[in-house]
């Protein structure tokens, strides 16, 4: 059993950055491929980024490469999201994940956070 925790959300302006953090229970937190996706009321959720046990593989989505950044401590049971040059169509309520299967597709994901909110203003 793995519990997520997420935090850093909030209001931020465009062009501005916010780091959200996901904190999970439990000693096996190193054998989980750990996820960020995020949804918009009424649409379905987003895959955002995905990082491997180790941390050394991750994978971004279309609509955040190259402005968000997904890592892990392994040692503080610890998931980020790092997130640049937000834009207002990044605002959407963000989820942490975990899995013991690779894969961008929400259904691989057995665990979740409560997630928490990011806004972007324009």
């Known amino acids: 059993q793995v519990q997520l925790v997420e935090s850093g959300g909030g209001l931020v302006q465009a062009g501005g950055s916010l780091r959200l953090s996901c904190a999970a229970s439990?000693?096996?937190?190193?054998?989980?491929?750990m996820a960020w996706f995020r949804q918009v009321p009424g649409q379905e959720r987003e895959f955002v980024a995905t990082?491997?046990?180790?941390?050394?593989?991750?994978v971004h989505g279309d609509s955040v490469k190259g402005r968000f950044t997904i890592s892990r401590d392994n040692a503080k049971n610890t998931v980020y999201l790092q997130m640049n040059s937000l834009k207002p169509e990044d605002t959407a309520v963000y989820y942490c994940?975990?899995?013991?299967?690779?894969?961008?597709?929400?259904?691989?994901?057995?665990?979740w956070g409560q997630g928490t909110q990011v806004t972007v203003s324009s």
């Open positions: 990082i491997n046990w180790s941390g050394n593989w991750y």
């Open positions: 994940a975990a899995s013991q299967r690779y894969g961008s597709d929400e259904g691989n994901y057995d665990y």
């Open positions: 439990g000693r096996t937190f190193s054998r989980y491929v």
